[in-house]
């Protein structure tokens, strides 16, 4: 008899999400290395509707702090685009709070949560999984029938049961980012995206508002960049009149898996699911609502493992291939669409933006370019730049 | 003389950024802690093109 049915290490969305989907039917344990759910956050908080729609997720203004209705794009030659919908497209949350909240939905359905428990060992014996876990020093050993490593960017669970999730370099962004408030200039309903090669190599700055006056400003970059992520979000907020003055109220890092998607997320008696699983979207680095849904799903084929007692890599297969049905097969589009963004000068970025419209943008982003889009693209408005026309050609093949 | 890898406290921002990229499991993030295995690091530098606050330095 194993002490657990199911281990779930990490109590971020991911792991929460399949706390909640176990909980009922499962003994489920669910350990985390922090002392407090949420935080330090390593995020902009944004999660737009459709997954509040997907997740069955009601907006509560306890953690859904800012309502977001679009967008608004600045280019480098400091045009901005903007993009403002009459409804919520989206909302900025208070992750402490949301977290919270799914943990204490998990433990309603049944599930157990410990925190600064930080798993430092794992291992295969027979049929079950034996974890080794640290509690202020003291080391004790669990065992389950199955785990899911839902421990973020910095996994190692799966590492330990023979899983290699280890991080591309060349798909990883090193992210930095302040919550200020004292603010000012910035429209609360949006969220702003500033791109140039100059001021956020790879990557781009963002504003996320989290009400009038305040809002998490960060940065994304690549990892081969020659300055620090840090070093790049100072020096521009310098040149910000709205920012300079503003106040430093939480300061946040983390690193974002932008593509280098898994072929495999299961091994023997182990399934992985969030930025474990390098679940991210990889053009904008979102991976919230991707997490969460990925918890589920992982949560639903434990269960399904734990009821016909298959736990080999091969019965749990099927997990990988449902989230790439899922979700996958459209991030792996979406990392093409990154690419092609990685290859544009300032100049073409500007080009691009006085050229084509949102929708023509959106599918080439999501990878969806219709034949009669590369057809207007290709004889129409690229053909004056012929760079540029050849980056667009090579994305647009299949 | 071999290059180690060390960790500036001071700077670090404990976000475990260094913990995912490097390829031989080295690192641990231990509450605010950054511990490097020096028998396992390979001095590949991923963790310190990685790391956003330049707390990561490989030093002589
Ligand atoms: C700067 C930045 C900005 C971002 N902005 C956004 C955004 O605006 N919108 C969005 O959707 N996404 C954003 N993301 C991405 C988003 O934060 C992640 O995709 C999301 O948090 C993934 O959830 P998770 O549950 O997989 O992992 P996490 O939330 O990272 O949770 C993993 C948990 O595992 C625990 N853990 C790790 N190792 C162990 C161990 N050995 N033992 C026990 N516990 C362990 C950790 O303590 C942590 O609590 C951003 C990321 C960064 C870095
Ligand atoms: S990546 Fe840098 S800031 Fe983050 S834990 Fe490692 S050394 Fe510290
Ligand atoms: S230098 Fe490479 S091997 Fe050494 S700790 Fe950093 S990432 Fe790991």
């Given amino acids: 008899m194993t002490d657990y049915d199911i281990i779930i290490v990490g109590a971020g969305p991911a792991g929460l999400c399949a706390a909640i989907e176990t909980g009922k039917e499962a003994k489920v344990l669910v350990l985390d290395r922090k002392q407090e759910i949420g935080c330090p956050k390593r995020c902009a908080e944004g999660l737009s509707l459709r997954w509040f729609k997907k997740m069955n997720l009601k907006p509560k203004k306890e953690w859904a702090v800012q309502e977001i209705k679009g967008a608004e794009l600045y280019t480098p030659n400091g045009k901005s685009i903007k993009m403002k919908a009459k409804k919520a497209e989206g909302y900025v949350l208070e992750r402490k709070i949301f977290e919270k909240e799914l943990a204490i939905e998990a433990v309603k359905k049944g599930a157990k949560i410990l925190m600064k428990n930080q798993v430092i060992g794992a291992e295969k014996k027979d049929n079950e999984i034996e974890l080794i876990v640290e509690e202020n020093k003291e080391k004790k050993k669990i065992t389950c029938k199955i785990v899911i490593a839902c421990d973020g960017v910095d996994s190692l669970t799966a590492k330990m049961l023979g899983l290699n999730t280890k991080l591309d370099l060349k798909e990883t962004d090193s992210g930095y980012q302040y919550e200020m408030t004292g603010i000012t200039g910035y429209d609360e309903n949006l969220l702003h995206l500033f791109f140039g090669t100059d001021i956020a190599p790879r990557g781009y700055i963002w504003i996320f508002p989290k009400r009038k006056g305040t809002a998490n400003v960060g940065i994304g970059i690549g990892a081969y960049e020659k300055e620090t992520a840090k070093y790049y979000l100072d020096k521009w907020i310098k040149t910000q009149d709205g920012l300079k003055n503003g106040s430093i109220i939480e300061v946040n890092a983390g690193v974002i898996p932008v593509g280098g998607f898994l072929e495999k997320m299961q091994a023997d008696n182990l399934l992985v699911a969030g930025d474990a699983g390098h679940m991210v979207d990889p053009i904008h680095g979102g991976g919230i609502g991707i997490a969460m849904e990925g918890g589920r799903l992982a949560g639903k084929h434990a269960i399904k493992a734990i009821k016909e007692n298959k736990f080999s890599e091969k019965d749990l297969s099927e997990y990988t291939k449902e989230w790439y049905k899922l979700s996958g097969n459209d991030l792996k589009r979406r990392l093409k669409g990154r690419h092609l963004l990685e290859k544009l000068t300032n100049d073409d970025f500007n080009y691009l933006v006085d050229s084509i419209n949102v929708e023509e943008a959106l599918r080439i982003g999501n990878g969806t370019l219709t034949k009669k889009d590369k057809t207007i693209l290709f004889t129409k408005k690229l053909i004056t730049r012929p760079k540029l026309l050849k980056l667009m050609i090579e994305y647009a093949r299949d | ?60």
Avoid at chain 2, 13 to 40: E, F, H, M, R, S
């Fill in chain 2, 1 to 60: 003389m071999k290059m180690t890898v060390e960790n500036d406290p001071d700077k670090c921002v404990y976000c475990g950024g260094c913990v995912g990229v490097c390829p031989v499991q080295a690192i641990t993030l231990k509450d605010t802690k950054i511990i490097i295995d020096k028998n396992k690091c390979i001095n590949c530098g991923a963790c310190v093109s990685i790391c956003p606050v330049g707390a990561m330095k490989l030093k002589k």
